[in-house]
């Protein structure tokens, strides 16, 4: 599944949603991530997982071509091959978004409370 190709894919997407994203190695894929904070992985066991919004991620485990991913509430893997390379960037664009938005909710919280 996953090529070097696919996985330069997958750093420019990366990139282009976020240009300080950092990657590391994980469970013989690649993670990338935002503020210290994974938004989306890459390798050959699963392909690509992303966490969505819960009745999107409900919608898409309806079409066999996404499994859920057990590890984690309301995310999905899938082949971005298979699915095509401009709906998994608009999938790993919502895991991103929602990344970012649980950061700040939770710096704020923080602020709150001193």
């Not at 997407?13 to 994974?38: M, Q, Y």
Request: aromatic content about 8%; charged content about 30%; proline content about 4%.
């Amino acid at each position: 599944m996953t090529s070097t190709k696919d996985l330069e894919r997958m750093r420019a997407l990366c990139r282009a949603l976020d240009p300080d994203f950092t990657e590391a190695p994980h469970f013989g894929g690649v993670v990338f991530k935002t503020g210290g904070k994974i938004f989306t992985s890459y390798g050959d066991k699963n392909g690509v997982v992303v966490q969505l919004e819960a009745k999107h991620a409900a919608e898409l485990l309806k079409d066999p071509t996404f499994e859920r991913y057990a590890r984690a509430k309301d995310t999905v893997m899938f082949d971005p091959v298979e699915i095509g390379w401009t709906k998994a960037r608009a999938l790993v664009a919502e895991s991103h978004r929602l990344v970012v938005a649980s950061s700040k909710t939770k710096k704020k919280t923080k602020t709150k409370k001193r």
